[in-house]
């Protein structure tokens, strides 16, 4: 059996309104707790996912700049 998760349409959890990836990498703005994981990214199901939440992360968290191996038009377009 193969499992699958997914994403309802329709209000904030919509992956149409772009808000679940910039919600969910930090829930609580008075905590230090941190997610990236694909079921709350962009690109849900794909590990490249996981990838653009742990850059999110890295520079809120801890203002980590880009890597010197991603170019900065691709920094941006990921970066929330």
């Not at 794909?46 to 742990?54: F, V, Y």
Request: no cysteine; hydrophobic share 35%; aromatic share 12%.
């Amino acid at each position: 059996m193969i499992g699958r998760h997914g994403w309802r349409r329709g209000g904030s959890g919509d992956p149409s309104s772009g808000q679940v990836p910039r919600l969910a990498h930090q829930p609580w703005d008075d905590l230090p707790f941190f997610v990236a994981n694909e079921a709350f990214g962009s690109r849900h199901g794909w590990a490249e996912s996981s990838l653009t939440m742990a850059e999110n992360v890295v520079k809120t968290g801890w203002d980590v700049g880009r890597p010197d191996w991603l170019s900065t038009t691709q920094y941006n377009r990921i970066i929330f």
